[in-house]
C-alpha cells in the first residue's frame, strides 16, 4: 500500500482525462474483441499516483494503447484522499465504476470482501506470478482467492538533509531517543527543527508503535493487541517529540506541509516513502540531489520496524470490457512497465526480476529501500484492515492535542477494534 491511509495528496480529480479522441469512460463502450479477436472496446483506468508520478502513469497507460490499438483507454487521476470512498460509491451503484483501480494494499481485502473485485486467479492478468516477491502477494489475497496484481511495494524511511545535519554536528539517528537528544543542537546550530512528525495520519503511527514491540491485532488468533503497554509507549513518545519541540506536526494536511517543510528545509527530517523522492528533491533544500539521504525509520525502545505499504492493480467486478480489462493489468503489472517507474520514479518493483536490471541495480533509492522493505512488518491483510486506522486517527490528534493521556487514547483504540472486529478478545 503504497501512502497506506495516508491524508489527501492535493490533486484536482481529472475526470474524463481520454487517451484518444474517441474514448469513452466507465467499461461501457463496446465489445471484447473484433472479426480477428484482437481486443477492443474501452478501458477506463483509475490512478491514484501523487503529482509528481501521475504523468508517468499516464504515459504508462498510453502504452498499452500502442500495444493495443483497438482499445481506447481513459485515464482518470483520483486523488488518494478520495479514492477509496469514491470506488465504493460508484461500484456499490452498480454506475461510473472503472474497469480497472491502482488499489491501496490494505484496500484489496475490504473491496473483495465486497464483491467489487473479480477475482484474478486463472485470468491472463496473473502473468509469471513466481516472479512476485512474497510479501508483495500477500495482499492480494482474501479468502483463498487472489483480487490483484501487485504493482508497487513500499516502507517508510527517514528522510534526512545531509547538510543541515553536518552543520549541526550530529549523526543520522538511530532512535527517536537519539533523535530527541540531537533536535536541540540542530535548532541551535542551524535554525532548523529536527523532525516533522506526521501527527495526521495513523500509517505514521505504526514505526512508534512496532518501534515499542507492539502491533495493531494479532489477525491468527483474533487478539485486540494495540491497548496494551506498547500501544501507550508509542502514544507518549509522539507526545514527548511535539512537546520538547523536537519535532512539528499539524493535525491535518500533513502530506503538502511534510513535503514543503523538507524541500523549504525548515525540518531537517521527515518520515517519508519511496513515492516522496522525486517531490523531495524538486525543493531547494536538494537543489544538489545528493543532499537527499535516506535511512532506518528511527527505533523504539524495544525494536526498529516499518510498515509494508504498496499498490496493487485490481479490476472492478461489473467490468463490461473484462478481457482488456485483464490484459491491461498484465501490461502494467509486467516486469518491462515496473523497470520504467523505478528508473523514472525510484519506486519500488514487485518482481524480482526487474532488481537484476543494472538500472534499477544501481538506483541508490532502491539500494536502500528494499533492505527495508525485506524487513518490513506486514499489517493484516482482513478486510477491516482499512478501517483500523481511524480509531488511531482520532486518539492521535487527541494526544497530541492534550485531549487526551497516552493511557486513554490506546485504551479507547482498543475499545473501538473490538466493536469493529467481534470476534476478537
Known amino acids: 500500500m503504497r501512502r497506506g491511509i495516508r491524508g489527501a495528496i492535493a490533486t484536482a480529480l481529472v475526470a474524463g482525462l481520454a487517451l484518444t479522441a474517441t474514448a469513452c469512460g466507465g467499461g461501457d463502450g463496446g465489445g471484447n474483441t473484433d472479426s480477428g479477436g484482437e481486443l477492443s472496446g474501452t478501458v477506463t483506468f483509475w490512478d491514484t499516483s501523487?503529482?509528481?508520478?501521475?504523468?508517468?502513469?499516464?504515459?504508462?497507460?498510453?502504452?498499452?494503447?500502442?500495444?493495443?490499438?483497438?482499445?481506447?483507454v481513459t485515464y482518470v487521476n483520483v486523488p488518494f484522499g478520495d479514492a477509496n470512498a469514491k470506488f465504493k460509491n460508484a461500484a456499490g451503484g452498480n454506475s461510473g465504476a472503472p474497469d480497472v483501480m491502482r488499489t491501496e494494499v490494505a484496500w484489496t481485502a475490504d473491496f473483495a470482501n465486497l464483491g467489487y473485485l473479480a477475482p484474478l486467479d486463472g485470468t491472463p492478468a496473473l502473468d509469471k506470478t513466481d516472479d512476485y516477491l512474497p510479501q508483495a502477494v500477500g495482499s492480494t489475497k482474501f479468502k483463498g482467492k487472489t483480487y490483484a496484481a501487485p504493482q508497487v511495494i513500499d516502507t517508510l524511511g527517514l528522510f534526512y538533509n545531509k547538510k543541515l545535519l553536518k552543520d549541526a554536528g550530529v549523526e543520522v539517528p538511530k532512535s527517536f531517543a537519539d533523535l530527541a537528544?540531537?533536535?536541540?543542537?540542530?535548532?541551535?546550530?542551524t535554525g532548523a527543527t529536527a523532525l516533522y512528525l506526521r501527527g495526521d495520519d495513523p500509517y505514521w503511527f505504526l514505526p512508534y508503535l512496532y518501534g515499542e514491540g507492539g502491533n495493531m491485532v494479532d489477525a491468527r488468533d483474533k487478539i485486540v493487541q494495540i491497548d496494551d503497554g506498547a500501544g501507550v509507549k508509542a502514544f507518549k513518545t509522539l507526545k514527548d517529540l511535539v512537546d520538547s519541540k523536537a519535532a512539528i506536526t499539524d493535525a491535518t494536511d500533513g502530506q503538502e506541509n511534510q513535503l514543503k517543510a523538507l524541500k523549504d528545509g525548515t525540518v531537517a527530517m521527515a518520515i517519508d516513502g519511496p513515492w516522496d523522492i522525486e517531490g523531495a528533491r524538486a525543493g531547494k533544500a536538494f537543489k544538489d540531489k545528493q543532499n537527499l539521504g535516506v535511512a532506518p525509520v528511527p527505533a523504539g525502545s524495544a525494536a526498529q520496524g516499518s510498515p509494508q505499504g504498496g499498490w496493487n492493480l485490481s479490476v472492478y467486478a461489473g467490468s463490461k470490457n473484462l478481457r482488456a480489462a485483464y490484459a491491461f493489468v498484465k501490461y502494467m503489472s509486467s516486469a518491462k512497465v515496473q523497470q520504467q517507474t523505478t528508473e523514472q520514479l525510484s519506486l519500488l518493483p514487485t518482481r524480482k526480476s526487474v532488481y537484476d536490471v543494472p538500472a534499477v541495480k544501481k538506483n541508490e533509492m532502491v539500494k536502500f529501500f528494499k533492505p527495508a522493505v525485506d524487513g518490513a512488518v506486514q499489517r493484516p491483510w482482513i478486510a477491516e484492515g482499512n478501517s483500523l486506522f481511524e480509531p488511531i486517527k482520532v486518539q492521535m490528534n487527541k494526544v497530541l492535542t492534550g485531549a487526551a493521556t497516552p493511557e486513554q487514547a490506546a485504551k479507547a483504540?482498543?475499545?473501538?477494534?473490538?466493536?469493529?472486529?467481534?470476534?476478537?478478545?
Open 181 to 189: 537528544t540531537a533536535a536541540k543542537k540542530i535548532k541551535a546550530k
Open 413 to 425: 483504540t482498543g475499545d473501538a477494534y473490538r466493536k469493529l472486529l467481534k470476534d476478537y478478545k
Open 50 to 72: 501523487n503529482d509528481a508520478e501521475k504523468a508517468t502513469y499516464r504515459k504508462l497507460a498510453e502504452g498499452f494503447q500502442k500495444e493495443h490499438p483497438k482499445v481506447h
